[in-house]
């Protein structure tokens, strides 16, 4: 696998379900995003990890609940999510660092429907 | 206030043309960067051209070049010689702060829908 892989491409679930959004980063980046893009909305950052560890929280309810096990994987943990969460989460990782070159890449996304 | 304006919501080109795709930032710090992203139909966003604030010269990326006009706060994509895989929704992006010194801030604007024809 080369780039930002997510799993799964599409998703759907009820309220009242619980699942989770994987990403999988293989450029050796040292941190990792979560963003929301809803229909006629600018893309949202949700979350950022650097190194592991969450330096960024943008307001984002409690339903979503990120995990990063390493610098290599972030997760999104949804629970009794809304009809209006329903949209595309994309996850990007990039390299920090003084000198370097940080543009963000991103994954495919994930399509989720929330009935 | 908006950080990334994108006036355009849709761009309509025919194959082998140029277009200019415009864009307009709204920051106050002196160092920052300008981003140009795709996103095909199939979702993924790639990246395309980076400017940086004290960067003299355009950036260029083979068909891509970004208008860089500082006084005015734009940041406008020019795609030369369009072609029919060009057709995707084109955003703008900027990070506020030095290169590589802050972590994911890119402010994204709504994006313009890009088809080419024929």
């Known amino acids: 696998e080369t780039g930002v892989t997510q799993t799964p491409r599409h998703l759907v679930m009820g309220m009242t379900n619980k699942k989770s959004l994987k990403c999988e980063q293989h450029l050796g980046h040292n941190a990792m995003y979560w963003y929301k893009q809803s229909a006629k909305k600018p893309l949202e950052l949700m979350f950022v990890y650097s190194l592991e560890e969450r330096v960024e929280n943008n307001s984002v309810p409690s339903r979503f609940s990120p995990e990063c096990p390493n610098s290599s994987h972030l997760f999104l943990h949804l629970h009794t999510l809304q009809p209006e969460d329903s949209a595309l989460y994309l996850c990007?990782?990039?390299?920090?660092?003084?000198?370097?070159?940080?543009?963000?890449?991103f994954g495919p996304g994930t399509r989720l429907t929330v009935l | 206030a908006q950080k990334i304006t994108q006036t355009q919501p849709g761009m309509f080109v025919q194959e082998k043309e140029a277009v200019t795709l415009d864009c307009t930032y709204d920051?106050?710090?002196?160092?920052?960067?300008l981003f140009w992203y795709k996103q095909p139909s199939s979702g993924e966003m790639i990246f395309l051209i980076y400017?940086?604030?004290?960067?003299?010269q355009n950036a260029t990326e083979g068909r891509y070049s970004l208008n860089f006009q500082k006084a005015r706060k734009s940041a406008n994509l020019v795609i030369s010689a369009s072609q029919l895989g060009d057709s995707a929704m084109y955003f703008c992006a900027m990070r506020e702060g030095h290169r590589g010194s802050t972590l994911g801030r890119l402010y994204f604007g709504r994006g313009t829908q890009l088809t080419v024809w024929p």
């Open positions: 400017q940086g604030s004290y960067d003299e």
């Open positions: 990007a990782s990039s390299q920090s660092g003084t000198g370097v070159v940080d543009e963000q890449f």
């Open positions: 920051t106050s710090d002196q160092s920052y960067g």
